[in-house]
Protein backbone atom coordinates (compact mmCIF):
# COMPACT_ATOMS: atom_id res chain seq x y z
CA UNK A 1 0.00 0.00 0.00
CA UNK A 2 0.77 3.32 -0.51
CA UNK A 3 2.66 5.53 2.42
CA UNK A 4 3.09 9.38 2.56
CA UNK A 5 5.43 10.85 5.05
CA UNK A 6 5.78 15.00 4.89
CA UNK A 7 8.97 16.61 6.02
CA UNK A 8 9.77 20.91 6.11
CA UNK A 9 7.46 22.13 8.08
CA UNK A 10 8.19 24.86 10.49
CA UNK A 11 7.74 28.53 11.80
CA UNK A 12 8.65 31.68 9.65
CA UNK A 13 8.17 35.54 9.25
CA UNK A 14 5.88 36.33 6.38
CA UNK A 15 7.69 37.42 3.47
CA UNK A 16 9.97 34.19 3.51
CA UNK A 17 10.05 30.82 1.56
CA UNK A 18 9.39 26.96 2.55
CA UNK A 19 9.92 24.02 0.47
CA UNK A 20 7.93 20.38 1.97
CA UNK A 21 9.00 17.26 1.19
CA UNK A 22 6.57 13.88 0.78
CA UNK A 23 8.02 10.89 0.67
CA UNK A 24 6.04 8.18 -0.70
CA UNK A 25 6.43 4.45 -0.81
CA UNK A 26 4.67 1.17 -1.56
CA UNK A 27 4.23 1.07 -5.40
CA UNK A 28 5.20 2.78 -8.75
CA UNK A 29 5.40 6.43 -7.81
CA UNK A 30 4.70 7.45 -11.52
CA UNK A 31 1.12 5.96 -11.94
CA UNK A 32 -0.01 8.06 -9.72
CA UNK A 33 -1.86 11.73 -9.40
CA UNK A 34 0.04 13.68 -5.98
CA UNK A 35 -1.78 17.01 -4.48
CA UNK A 36 -1.19 18.83 -1.45
CA UNK A 37 -3.91 20.37 0.81
CA UNK A 38 -3.91 22.27 4.21
CA UNK A 39 -6.51 22.53 7.02
CA UNK A 40 -6.17 25.67 9.07
CA UNK A 41 -8.72 25.60 12.60
CA UNK A 42 -12.37 26.80 11.81
CA UNK A 43 -11.39 26.72 7.97
CA UNK A 44 -12.54 23.94 5.26
CA UNK A 45 -9.44 21.74 4.21
CA UNK A 46 -7.98 23.28 0.89
CA UNK A 47 -6.74 22.17 -2.29
CA UNK A 48 -3.40 23.79 -2.87
CA UNK A 49 -1.50 22.13 -6.02
CA UNK A 50 -1.87 19.10 -7.52
CA UNK A 51 0.11 17.44 -10.48
CA UNK A 52 -0.43 14.65 -12.79
CA UNK A 53 1.87 11.74 -14.01
CA UNK A 54 3.09 14.04 -16.77
CA UNK A 55 3.89 17.04 -14.69
CA UNK A 56 0.83 19.00 -15.67
CA UNK A 57 -0.19 20.93 -12.89
CA UNK A 58 -3.26 22.59 -11.25
CA UNK A 59 -2.93 25.68 -8.35
CA UNK A 60 -5.44 27.50 -5.82
CA UNK A 61 -5.89 30.90 -6.96
CA UNK A 62 -4.73 31.83 -3.60
CA UNK A 63 -1.33 30.45 -3.97
CA UNK A 64 -1.10 30.75 -8.00
CA UNK A 65 2.42 32.97 -8.73
CA UNK A 66 3.67 32.05 -5.20
CA UNK A 67 4.10 28.47 -5.00
CA UNK A 68 5.31 25.57 -6.81
CA UNK A 69 4.70 21.91 -7.10
CA UNK A 70 7.25 19.36 -8.71
CA UNK A 71 7.98 16.22 -7.83
CA UNK A 72 11.02 13.72 -8.56
CA UNK A 73 9.95 10.20 -10.15
CA UNK A 74 13.13 8.84 -9.52
CA UNK A 75 13.17 9.28 -5.27
CA UNK A 76 9.08 8.90 -5.40
CA UNK A 77 8.91 12.32 -3.82
CA UNK A 78 6.39 15.20 -4.21
CA UNK A 79 7.52 19.01 -3.23
CA UNK A 80 5.85 22.19 -2.24
CA UNK A 81 8.32 25.01 -2.78
CA UNK A 82 6.20 28.00 -1.00
CA UNK A 83 7.78 31.55 -1.88
CA UNK A 84 6.54 34.94 -0.02
CA UNK A 85 4.45 33.44 2.54
CA UNK A 86 1.77 35.05 4.78
CA UNK A 87 0.02 34.56 7.71
CA UNK A 88 -3.23 33.50 6.27
CA UNK A 89 -0.92 30.37 5.08
CA UNK A 90 -0.65 29.00 8.08
CA UNK A 91 -1.95 26.10 8.12
CA UNK A 92 -1.58 22.04 8.79
CA UNK A 93 0.05 20.96 4.82
CA UNK A 94 -0.76 17.11 3.79
CA UNK A 95 0.17 15.70 0.76
CA UNK A 96 -1.75 12.99 -0.87
CA UNK A 97 -2.00 10.39 -3.83
CA UNK A 98 -4.61 8.50 -5.87
CA UNK A 99 -4.11 6.48 -9.34
CA UNK A 100 -7.67 6.78 -9.91
CA UNK A 101 -7.93 10.33 -10.73
CA UNK A 102 -8.12 11.65 -14.68
CA UNK A 103 -6.85 14.97 -13.96
CA UNK A 104 -4.97 17.26 -10.96
CA UNK A 105 -7.70 17.64 -8.88
CA UNK A 106 -7.69 20.25 -5.93
CA UNK A 107 -11.17 18.71 -4.32
CA UNK A 108 -10.12 16.61 -1.28
CA UNK A 109 -11.15 12.76 -2.82
CA UNK A 110 -7.55 11.39 -3.00
CA UNK A 111 -7.38 7.87 -1.66
CA UNK A 112 -4.03 7.89 0.30
CA UNK A 113 -2.93 10.74 3.18
CA UNK A 114 -0.13 11.29 4.79
CA UNK A 115 0.29 12.71 8.42
CA UNK A 116 0.36 16.26 7.45
CA UNK A 117 3.44 19.18 8.63
CA UNK A 118 2.52 22.30 10.13
CA UNK A 119 3.12 25.25 8.65
CA UNK A 120 3.16 28.50 10.67
CA UNK A 121 3.61 31.85 9.33
CA UNK A 122 4.00 35.14 11.65
CA UNK A 123 4.42 39.04 10.89
Known amino acids: QVQLVESGGGSLQAGGSLRLSCSASGYTYSTYFMGWFRHAPGNEREGVAAIDRDGTTNYADSVKGRFTISQDNAKATLYLQMNSLKPDDTAMYYC?????????????????WGQGTQVTVSS
Open 96 to 112: AADDRLGYPSLDPLYRY
